[in-house]
């Protein structure tokens, strides 16, 4: 059992910056990997980077590496995900996710917060 809540979200300009929060609670909440997926309106939702509490390896999707980065701070038990250089096209419902296994596949994630909107404005 976790429960995520996500914030940070809301308008900037492109080429902006822009650092989304993940909040999680629950026990055992070391066992698992957290995520970060975005879906924007009529497109499929997609993997954007996921960390491992225990550890912390970490996997960008192609698409942001070296714009995005994931990172956690155990003590606040807070994921964040830092964006920059944002692009229009980075527009879409950003949403941390939490799972056991550790996967780009959004299906395998079994645990959701309630997604917080990134808009990129051009």
């Known amino acids: 059992q976790v429960q995520l809540v996500e914030s940070g979200g809301g308008l900037v300009q492109a080429g902006g910056s822009l650092t989304l929060s993940c909040a999680a609670s629950?026990?055992?909440?070391?066992?698992?990997?957290m995520g970060w997926f975005r879906q924007a309106p009529g497109k499929e939702r997609e993997f954007v980077a996921s960390i491992n509490w225990s550890g912390g390896r970490t996997n960008h999707a192609d698409s942001v590496k070296g714009r995005f980065t994931i990172s956690r701070d155990i003590a606040k038990s807070t994921v964040y995900l830092q964006m920059n250089s944002l692009k229009p096209e980075d527009t879409a419902v950003y949403s941390c996710?939490?799972?056991?296994?550790?996967?780009?596949?959004?299906?395998?994630?079994?645990?959701w917060g309630q997604g917080t909107q990134v808009t990129v404005s051009s």
């Open positions: 996710a939490a799972d056991t296994r550790w996967t780009t596949n959004w299906k395998s994630y079994g645990y």
């Open positions: 629950g026990r055992t909440l070391m066992s698992y990997v």
